[in-house]
């Protein structure tokens, strides 16, 4: 074609991980694989998103070890928090993770070119590069991974005080006083971190609850250990804006429901952990057969095609969990079905969920009140860690392993549907769980499994077998 400087099987735009991971996947299938990339390589994930926000939380971890170890006979003074070695710790577990994709682009010979890549008429992709060139490519197929950014509200513009979570990962001090403007995954894990490293936290959450869309006993557990760091978590409430002082610090104002009072809150920083929105901003796809709905995400089908023929688009930029590891199975997916491989889609309603606030927090598959308002007839078995061996001698027994199994006509339970977990390390062990979900297996299959002692994982096996009609750690 004229003006195309390059031929591909597959153009990936975007280099996170839905991009990345097609890229090298595809590679690895023996596809030769463009890959483009305006920023740098790993996107929101591994430069602003769970890994620098994991590295955060790691830290607070530590400072609550710390403060907590003359429990275990280990006399270690004042724990004071250095944010500065935090920052740099993050930037080194960044940097080699980022130089890792880089040389496995390398070593898979994936072409990376690094600038704005859009869309054009039969798959041929404009790459805006940095440098100022400009590259025509072209792919047999193509993937869009533009990803997302964070959403922003009214009245609070970023800057200053005003963080989204870009900001917040760059951080050079812990702020004395933090409000966070909604109660979802990544807005408790930044309240979690920041108690943790002794900050004064308020979280400000429109809905009734926090962390809405959890199994509720799980819920509990996470409000209450919450509400133990003295976090401040106001629900039901609207924020209208913020009042900043010459201090560098705000007062964010609002309100509890549409006629109730305006209240406020003095802070030295405040976070809007709202969402995030798809990122097609820079693909150019008016003109093309791609459709983008209303809320902006890139349209697809089971097997990620958009509209336009051999275009797929995957990860934060399309309509599904917005999970690094969704992006992982969607890249899988549309290299599997580019390739005529006849995948299977993805599961959507059983995939792996983890909040790694403290608690943490993991899941797959339905709770108990998604499963009843699904109309589902369930049993259910739940166990705390507080009789855990394990648990007990880290010092953390809060939390619980919560089962729903489908009721069998005799009353008994049989397949499991859902496994939900809270407390220590649980993002750790929830892959039985989510095997036992994802394989449709039935808990006396799943009982006759045996788990390590003494493990934390241990009371999976337990709140399985206790679901069996017998046990002997009820
Ligand atoms: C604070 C935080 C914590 C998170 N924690 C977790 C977690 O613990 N677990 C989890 O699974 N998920 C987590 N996520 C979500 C996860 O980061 C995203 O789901 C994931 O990064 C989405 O991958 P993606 O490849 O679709 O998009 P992105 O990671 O956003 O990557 C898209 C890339 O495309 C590039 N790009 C965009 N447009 C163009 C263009 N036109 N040309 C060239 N390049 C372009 C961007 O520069 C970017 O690098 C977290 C997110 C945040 C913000």
């Given at each position: 074609m004229t003006g195309v400087s390059e031929s591909f099987d597959v153009v990936v735009i975007g280099g996170g991980p839905g991009g990345y991971s097609a890229a090298l996947y595809g590679a690895s299938a023996g596809l030769r694989i463009a890959l483009v990339e305006?920023?740098?390589?790993?996107?929101?994930?591994?430069?602003?998103?769970?890994i620098p926000a994991k590295a955060f939380l790691e830290s607070a971890a530590v400072k609550r070890h710390v403060d907590h170890s003359s429990d275990f006979g280990i006399d270690s003074g004042d724990a004071t928090v250095n944010f500065a070695v935090t920052q740099e710790r993050k930037h080194k577990i960044v940097d080699s993770l980022v130089g890792g994709i880089a040389a496995m682009c390398k070593g898979r010979k994936v072409d990376v070119f690094n600038g704005v890549g859009s869309l054009g008429a039969d798959r041929t992709v404009t790459v805006n590069m940095a440098d100022g060139s400009t590259a025509t490519i072209r792919g047999e197929h193509v993937i869009l991974a533009a990803g997302s950014v964070p959403r922003l509200i009214p009245n609070?513009?970023?800057g200053g005080p005003i963080l989204t979570s870009d900001e917040v990962l760059d951080l050079e001090h812990v702020p004395e006083r933090v409000a966070v403007i909604g109660g979802g995954a990544i807005g408790c894990e930044f309240a979690s971190m920041f108690a943790d490293l002794g900050a004064k936290v308020t979280i400000l959450e429109g809905?009734?609850?926090?962390?809405?869309?959890?199994?509720t006993d799980v819920a509990n557990v996470v409000v209450r250990s919450f509400k133990r760091k003295k976090i401040d978590i106001r629900t039901g409430v609207m924020v209208t804006g913020h009042t900043p002082n010459d201090a560098g610090g705000t007062a964010v104002h609002f309100r509890a429901g549409d006629d109730g009072d305006t209240e406020s809150v003095e802070v030295d920083a405040c976070v809007v952990s709202v969402g995030r929105r798809p990122y097609a901003?820079?693909?150019?796809?008016?003109?093309?057969g791609v459709q983008v709905d209303e809320r902006g995400y890139v349209v697809i089908d089971e097997y990620c095609r958009t509209g336009e023929p051999g275009v797929y688009a995957v990860g934060d930029?399309?309509?599904?969990?917005?999970l690094a590891h969704v992006g992982y199975a969607e890249a899988i997916l549309a290299i599997k079905h580019l390739l005529g491989e006849n995948p299977l889609p993805v599961a959507y309603d059983r995939v792996p969920w983890a909040i790694y606030c403290h608690p943490e927090v993991a899941w797959a598959g339905p709770g108990e009140d998604a499963a009843k308002a699904a109309g589902l007839d369930v049993v259910v078995g739940k166990h705390p860690f507080k009789f855990n061996s394990r648990a007990k001698i880290l010092g953390e027994t809060e939390g619980m392993v919560k089962v729903v199994a489908k009721k069998q006509p005799d009353g008994t339970a049989g397949q499991v549907l859902g496994v939900h977990m809270v407390g220590p390390w649980v993002t750790e062990q929830l892959s039985g769980g989510y095997l036992a979900v994802n394989w449709e297996a039935t808990v006396d299959e799943v009982a006759a499994f045996i788990q390590p002692?003494?493990?934390?994982?241990e009371l999976f096996g337990e709140t399985m077998l206790s679901l069996t009609g017998r046990d002997f750690n009820g």
């Open positions: 305006k920023d740098v390589l790993g996107g929101t994930c591994l430069n602003r998103g769970c609070f513009e970023r809905l009734p609850k926090i962390l809405p869309g959890l199994d901003d820079e693909l150019g796809l008016d003109g093309t930029l399309v309509n599904t969990p917005q002692h003494p493990s934390l994982s």
